[in-house]
């Protein structure tokens, strides 16, 4: 079945830029959605469709989906970015998929 | 306030059945796709089963796939989750979530925009 390959962490320094990877065979030509996940909590939606952000999230959220990769980037990181990001497709056999999840550490 | 809260998480022996359940407020229920997500300890989020928003179409993870059933009750603003035949490996916190559309087959999640804060099962005898 259809695989989402993240990079287990990675790690930026305050107000500098994070990019968070999400790898899959032509990844591009399905809608990616991401989501942030604070220890101790449950996860929130970042961005929707590939580039879209919910009501309430930063414009320093965004992402971008091509061919087999699509990339979440936070701009100007904050402290309060610390978290676990996770990218989700789904399949047309109805399956929806999450990533293994990347930790972001604010250094 | 849109909030998603679940119930009837616990212990369960193996082989042994539960029901979770969910009850929607805030928003119209009827118009949204549901999905139960899970995350077993230390471990990412895996999605567990879905439900179109008129539940006429039902997804589950293969995982899953004939163990565990997804129902719901719009006039109740209720969603269900009945765990036949858990596993240990079904040990997880179950959460919830309302997707931004109504999961229908051409396009089975949106997005999911409102979690619950969970309940835990733990298979285990």
């Known amino acids: 079945s259809y695989v989402l390959t993240q990079p287990p962490s990675v790690s930026v320094a305050p107000g500098k830029t994070a990019t968070v990877t999400c790898g899959g065979h032509y990844i591009g030509s399905k809608s990616v959605h991401w989501y942030r996940q604070k220890p101790g909590q449950a996860p929130v939606l970042v961005v929707y469709?590939?580039?879209d952000r919910p009501s309430g999230i930063p414009e320093r959220f965004s992402g971008v989906n091509s061919e087999n990769t699509a990339t979440l980037t936070i701009s100007r990181v904050e402290p309060g970015d610390e978290a676990d990001y996770y990218c989700?497709?789904?399949?047309?056999?109805?399956?929806?998929?999450f990533g293994g999840g990347t930790k972001v550490t604010v250094l | 306030q849109v909030d998603l809260v679940e119930s009837g998480g616990g212990v369960v022996q193996p082989g042994r059945s539960l029901r979770l359940s969910c009850a929607g407020s805030?928003?119209?229920?009827?118009?949204?796709?549901i999905h139960w997500v899970r995350q077993a300890p230390g471990k990412g989020l895996e999605w567990v089963a879905g439900m179109s928003y008129d539940g006429n179409n039902k997804y589950y993870a293969d995982s899953v796939k004939g163990r565990f059933a997804v129902s719901r009750d719009n006039s109740k603003n209720m969603l269900y989750l009945e765990m036949n035949s858990p596993r240990a490996d079904d040990t997880a916190v179950y959460f919830c979530v309302k997707d931004r559309g109504p999961s229908i087959p051409v396009t089975v999640t949106s997005g999911m925009d409102v979690w619950g804060q969970g309940t835990t099962v733990t298979v285990s005898s």
């Open positions: 989700q497709v789904w399949e047309n056999s109805g399956e929806v998929l």
């Open positions: 469709d590939d580039k």
């Open positions: 805030g928003f119209i229920f009827s118009v949204y796709g």
